[in-house]
């Protein structure tokens, strides 16, 4: 079952803030961030494991929390280069899989 | 260092025609992945190998196949292309290895798929 993420979409000029969620219904076990920008390929941005331990982004930022199974990524003095559909991917214990949800579109403008 | 690529990068079809995409990884990674791309329904698993030889089912597995004969390549076929199958493909791979977590995935360019 696809994570719901939320919002589905939205713009932001230079240097503004954003927070992207992510929930799912499953108990997880990791949640990873990704960005795709328009024609590529999808990008990895962060790991977020139960526990709380972070690996990925120097300059983004994320959650989780465990108790709600939710996951939120953080995007602070956005730029240009932010602009991408985000996608989270949650993984359940034991299962080496990744399922993504249906991605937040982020359009940056000057 | 290419990692991972993706033949062929666009290709038409008409229903009912068989392809094999191929996928192609030069790190060492024990897991590789296919997923198609929907606008709309981000990524979904389609098929999955976690080391040569073997496959696994996704979420989408039907009118497709799949292959691991040798560690650095990852095949998908579809027997008979049908349009509800035009879509871009996306081949991804990550470390595995009997970590105790999901690794990062790193994925290839993409295949778009066209079937009329």
């Known amino acids: 079952q696809q994570p719901v993420q939320s919002p589905q979409a939205v713009i932001l000029r230079e240097g503004e803030d954003a927070v992207i969620n992510c929930s799912s219904s499953k108990a997880l076990y990791s949640v990873h961030w990704y960005r795709q920008k328009h024609g590529e390929a999808p990008v990895f941005l962060m790991i977020l494991l139960k526990g709380g331990e972070q690996k990925g982004h120097e300059k983004i930022s994320a959650s989780f929390n465990e108790k709600k199974q939710q996951s939120s990524l953080y995007l602070t003095a956005s730029q240009l280069s932010y602009s991408g559909t985000y996608f989270c991917g949650t993984e359940r214990a034991g299962s080496y899989q990744l399922t993504f949800g249906k991605g937040t579109k982020l359009s940056v403008i000057p | 260092n290419a990692g991972v690529t993706q033949t062929p990068k666009f290709r038409v079809l008409k229903t009912g025609q068989s392809m094999t995409l191929l996928c192609a990884q030069d790190?060492?990674?024990?897991?590789m992945y296919w997923y198609r791309q929907d606008p709309g329904m981000g990524l979904r698993l389609i098929h999955y190998?976690?080391?040569?030889?073997?496959?696994a089912k996704g979420e989408v597995p039907d009118g497709y196949n799949v292959s691991r004969l040798k560690k650095q390549n990852f095949l998908l076929g579809l027997e008979s292309a049908a349009p509800s199958q035009t879509s871009v493909y996306f081949c991804?791979?990550?470390?595995?290895?009997?970590?105790?977590?999901?690794?990062?995935?790193?994925f290839g360019p993409g295949t778009r798929l066209l079937v009329l």
């Open positions: 991804a791979s990550s470390y595995g290895g009997g970590g105790t977590y999901q690794e990062t995935q790193y």
């Open positions: 790190m060492n990674h024990e897991y």
């Open positions: 190998s976690v080391g040569e030889g073997t496959t």
